[in-house]
């Protein structure tokens, strides 16, 4: 198959995180088997989701790792030109949800497989589930590699960078809190404690904080925006306008630079709910109160512009430059893991989460011509 056909059976899969995934791990399982690659599975505990690795070449340390996420994000109320689980080609781009963010990665490191027949050190393949919801498969797929394979030397998590190098991105904590307030009818609020109304404080709270966090250090230049930010994505909560309401949730984000603990921000976010608002929310209702929890996280990825995979893609793309980049992604969890890692891949992520998501196939062409390098270079060539 060629890499266009391979990115088009990809995307065809409709492998939104609140999916499964096993449609796609089958047909990439059937893929490499065709050609003699072994490969092995990490379900999660519901069985409905899994991430796959395999090693091509020799079983011996110092091999590579490939890692891509095999899903993607919601396309509901985007407004797409085109069906967004079919590829269309239009003026020399790709459209597709995941056709950028990061199916292509694949797609490429998969079509180049049967070029990998005379490799002196092995290339791992690490495809993972659930990265788009905080990087949630990653973590056992590394134990897996970390037991089952020879310690690799470097890890290229191929995120959408255009293909330059980046050596750092921001960590991710996301975090859910729910108010208990007290139902009452509208015209008596003296009598209840309303849980949108509280949310509302809680996220002015949050608000300030991230503005208070943007103004001070600590700051890391290379990164746009170069602070930590705090961010509300969801809230639901309420039943009708006359009801002063018992529930609200709203979901959040800590998005932290390298060094700058989001336990921190938690911390004052936790302290203000307890010392502040739940006394006057428990006077009037016993009952009431404030839950957050900390339901998905992963660690940022340390500027390391010398490390061993950072010194490998330099090789590889002929230059020296490195960037930094505000998302977060899997190479953080392999760096914690002891391994050295960085991100480089097709594509950019300004195309990524959006309606009418593309990428060039000029960049497609660039990604092979890098994993084209890779198999040389670890075939024993310069």
């Given at each position: 198959m060629t890499v266009c056909e391979l990115i088009a059976r990809l995307v065809a899969f409709e492998t939104v995180s609140r999916n499964s995934n096993l449609a796609l791990i089958d047909f990439i399982r059937d893929y490499l088997d065709g050609f003699g690659i072994r490969s092995s599975l990490v379900t999660n505990e519901a069985g409905n989701k899994a991430n796959l690795y395999a090693t091509i070449g020799p079983l011996a340390p110092g091999g590579v790792v490939l890692s891509g996420h095999t899903d993607v994000v919601p396309v509901d109320g985007q407004p797409w030109s085109s069906e967004p689980f079919t590829v269309v080609e239009r003026e020399g781009r790709l459209y597709g949800r995941g056709a950028c963010d990061m199916k292509s990665f694949?797609?490429?490191?998969?079509?180049?497989?049967?070029?990998?027949?005379?490799?002196?050190?092995?290339?791992?393949?690490?495809?993972?589930?659930?990265?788009?919801?905080?990087?949630?498969?990653?973590?056992?797929?590394?134990?897996?590699?970390l037991e089952n394979v020879?310690?690799?030397?470097?890890?290229?998590?191929?995120?959408?960078?255009?293909?330059?190098?980046?050596?750092?991105?921001?960590?991710?904590?996301?975090?859910?809190?729910?108010?208990?307030?007290?139902?009452?009818?509208?015209?008596?609020?003296?009598?209840?404690?309303?849980?949108?109304?509280?949310?509302?404080?809680?996220?002015?709270?949050?608000?300030d904080l991230a503005r208070r966090r943007q103004e001070v250090r600590p700051r890391n230049p290379g990164f746009e925006p170069d602070f930590t930010t705090v961010h509300v994505g969801v809230i639901r909560g309420g039943t009708a306008v006359n009801i002063i309401s018992r529930h609200c949730e709203f979901v959040w984000d800590i998005r932290n630079i390298p060094g700058d603990e989001?336990?921190?921000?938690?911390?004052?976010?936790?302290?203000?709910?307890?010392?502040?608002?739940?006394?006057?929310?428990?006077?009037?209702?016993?009952?009431?109160?404030?839950?957050?929890?900390i339901f998905a996280s992963a660690p940022a990825l340390r500027h390391e512009p010398d490390s061993v995979a950072a010194r490998l893609v330099k090789t590889l793309l002929g230059n020296e430059a490195i960037y930094k980049v505000p998302y977060a992604a899997e190479a953080g969890q392999f760096q914690e893991a002891g391994l050295s890692a960085v991100i480089c891949g097709p594509g950019s992520i300004d195309q990524a989460h959006q309606p009418d998501e593309y990428i060039t196939l000029q960049q497609v062409e660039a990604g092979m011509q890098f994993i084209r390098r890779l198999i040389a270079y670890l075939s024993g060539g310069s």
């Open positions: 694949c797609a490429i490191v998969l079509a180049l497989a049967p070029e990998m027949g005379k490799l002196q050190k092995p290339i791992h393949l690490a495809f993972s589930y659930d990265e788009e919801i905080g990087c949630q498969g990653a973590p056992s797929l590394i134990r897996a590699l020879p310690r690799p030397t470097a890890v290229i998590v191929g995120e959408p960078t255009k293909m330059q190098l980046v050596t750092a991105h921001k960590g991710i904590t996301a975090l859910k809190t729910s108010v208990i307030g007290h139902e009452a009818h509208s015209s008596q609020t003296h009598r209840g404690v309303s849980a949108v109304m509280t949310s509302a404080r809680l996220i002015t709270f949050l608000d989001p336990q921190d921000l938690l911390a004052q976010f936790q302290t203000f709910c307890r010392q502040k608002v739940e006394p006057a929310m428990r006077a009037i209702a016993p009952e009431t109160g404030i839950q957050t929890e």
